[in-house]
């Protein structure tokens, strides 16, 4: 009977802690290979690589191979390659700072690109194993429904919706949701004509994600994986763009964004859900999300970010003469203060949250 008791006691609290672990291990994982973009091209461009490093904060394990340190450090919140001469003068030949604007483009960009690679990948894992991915094509639209009343028909294909293209199903709810006065302009492919209908009213509740038509769904082939999976991945990220245009126009606040623990709790919680549903696919779905929504905003033109050091490049090579070191690191320098005190208030933010649960 004791014994019993443990055994239940043990499996509940295991229970709870395997989704964290998962999540912490995925996080690690977007990192790794992040960090193995930049790794990677500048040891092929023979860059000199002083430290790989995952996660930040004090050193829990150093081993040094060749001239470059392996790091493992106690904060799972992100990761860095050190490259010499990436913010200093060195003279060095192999430093980064001393190969030419396109190499150091490449090196700078490869991070974003693996993450968001991984995300596509994932995505057509994600269709594998669902065996059908929705389409933009009406499948569903009857004489009741406002819709049809304002000239939508079954078989009209939706290319775009208020000037915005629609690349996917997950596009349409989402231009339905941010819509502010539920009047759109709906562009849409009807047998070989382009057919535009303006003032267009649409039934939708944004929490259940329903508009008064549907869209169909094709069965996933070994053919269409991928380019189904590229729709998704593009959808994705401009799904993020978009959230950061509301953002700033002031529709969403600090509560509604997410940092590396709000992030693992919603991994962990995905995860357990999707165990306990035998939902899989859900989870993929949320894995290659959070991937693609990575690698998007490290392309942001903004310092301390790598969109902010691509800028630099694109100006060198625009201007034919690279910005001055010394200026650049300042602009760096205090965009990495600023962002580590916005990480610090999200943080506290998803703790905050955690507490009140």
Same mark, same amino acid.
């Given at each position: ?6 055994? @239940?006691? @043990? ?12 999540? %912490? ?9 992040? /960090? ?7 040891? %092929? ?5 002083? =430290? ?31 490259? /010499?001469?990436?913010? /200093?003068?060195? =003279? ?13 483009? %490449? ?23 669902? +065996? ?28 775009? @919706? ?17 819509? =502010?006065?539920?009047?759109? /302009?709906?562009?849409?492919?009807? +047998? ?16 259940a994600g329903f508009c008064d038509f549907i869209v169909g769904e094709k069965k996933a082939q070994f053919f269409t994986i991928l380019p189904s999976a590229v729709k998704e991945t593009v959808s994705m990220g401009k799904l993020v763009w978009l959230s950061l245009i509301d953002m700033i126009r002031g529709h969403y606040g600090l509560k509604d964004l997410s940092g590396p623990v709000g992030t693992i709790g919603i991994v962990a919680q995905t995860a357990d859900e999707a165990v306990q549903n035998a939902d899989y696919a ?13 690698? @998007? ?18 100006? =060198? ?41």
């Amino acid at each position: 009977m004791i014994y019993s008791a443990l055994s @239940i006691s @043990i499996g509940a609290v295991w229970g709870k802690i395997w989704p964290v672990l998962f999540a %912490i291990l995925f996080f690690g994982i977007i990192i790794a290979l992040h /960090e193995c973009g930049h790794f990677l091209t500048a040891k %092929i461009f023979k860059i000199r690589v002083n =430290e790989f490093s995952i996660g930040m904060g004090p050193a829990l394990f150093k081993r040094k191979k060749g001239e470059t340190q392996y790091s493992l450090r106690a904060l799972p919140i992100g990761g860095f390659v050190s490259l /010499e001469g990436e913010d /200093e003068i060195s =003279e060095d030949p192999r430093a980064f700072g001393n190969q030419k604007a396109w190499k150091r483009f %490449i090196v700078i960009a490869a991070g974003a690109t693996i993450n968001i690679i991984l995300g596509l990948l994932l995505i057509c894992v994600m269709i594998g194993i669902d +065996g059908k991915t929705p389409t933009t094509v009406v499948s569903g639209v009857s004489e009741q429904m406002e819709s049809y009343a304002n000239g939508v028909r079954d078989g009209d294909k939706i290319l775009k @919706i208020n000037n915005t293209r629609v690349f996917s199903a997950r596009d349409l709810y989402y231009d339905l949701f941010r819509d =502010e006065d539920g009047v759109f /302009e709906i562009v849409l492919k009807r +047998g070989d004509k382009t057919v535009t209908l303006t003032e267009l009213k649409v039934q939708y509740d944004a929490e259940a994600g329903f508009c008064d038509f549907i869209v169909g769904e094709k069965k996933a082939q070994f053919f269409t994986i991928l380019p189904s999976a590229v729709k998704e991945t593009v959808s994705m990220g401009k799904l993020v763009w978009l959230s950061l245009i509301d953002m700033i126009r002031g529709h969403y606040g600090l509560k509604d964004l997410s940092g590396p623990v709000g992030t693992i709790g919603i991994v962990a919680q995905t995860a357990d859900e999707a165990v306990q549903n035998a939902d899989y696919a859900g989870i993929i779905f949320i894995l290659a999300f959070i991937t693609v929504n990575i690698g @998007i905003v490290n392309l942001l033109p903004l310092p301390a970010l790598d969109g902010g050091r691509l800028l630099f490049i694109f100006i =060198e090579i625009v201007a034919r003469k690279p910005v001055p070191k010394k200026f650049e690191a300042i602009v760096h320098a205090a965009g990495l203060i600023l962002l580590l005190a916005l990480m610090a208030l999200i943080t506290f933010n998803d703790v905050w949250n955690l507490i009140k649960r």
